[in-house]
């Protein structure tokens, strides 16, 4: 079960579940439903959010919404995922068994550890930066052209 935890769950888009979430949650006070917004919109919540969770079943090339969280020094919660999680570093705390509600709900009892969120947020932003880093992509550019990666 999840802790008493007095947080709002904001849900941004309309995806295929939209309706169905709408109806299901509709009198829960703790979950707001956004619909679609444009990415300024998007990122302006995001700044103001614990965390940001993304529960995608698709292997992503880069998770843009995930790495912007990064770069705002924010925790992101995704499904196991291993081309997701090749952008966050290693044994990566928030990351949940796919499908599988109780391994979120345990992710999502660890959001009254603002300790944590702080640390795992401050991590994710300086493991971003490197990552994208100009020198280190132009470096990682040069490897692959001559066959060294």
């Known amino acids: 079960t999840l802790k008493d935890i007095d947080y709002k769950l904001l849900i941004a888009g309309d995806g295929p579940l939209f309706k169905e979430l709408i109806f299901k949650y509709k009198k829960n006070s703790n979950i707001e439903f956004l619909g679609p917004l444009t990415n300024d919109k998007v990122l302006s919540y995001m700044k103001n959010a614990l965390a940001v969770i993304n529960p995608t079943h698709l292997i992503e090339g880069q998770p843009t919404v995930l790495s912007e969280a990064s770069m705002m020094g924010k925790v992101s919660i995704f499904p196991e995922n291993q081309s997701i999680e090749e952008f966050f570093p290693k044994n990566y705390k928030f990351t949940y068994l796919d ?35 100009n020198e280190n992509l132009l470096t990682n550019f040069k490897k692959i052209e001559l066959g060294q990666y």
């Not at 944590?116 to 930066?129: R, S």
């Open 99 to 133: 499908k599988n509600e109780d391994s979120l709900k345990n992710l999502l009892n660890k959001m009254t550890d603002h300790n944590l969120l702080e640390e795992v947020g401050l991590e994710n932003k300086i493991f971003i930066e490197n990552l994208l880093d």
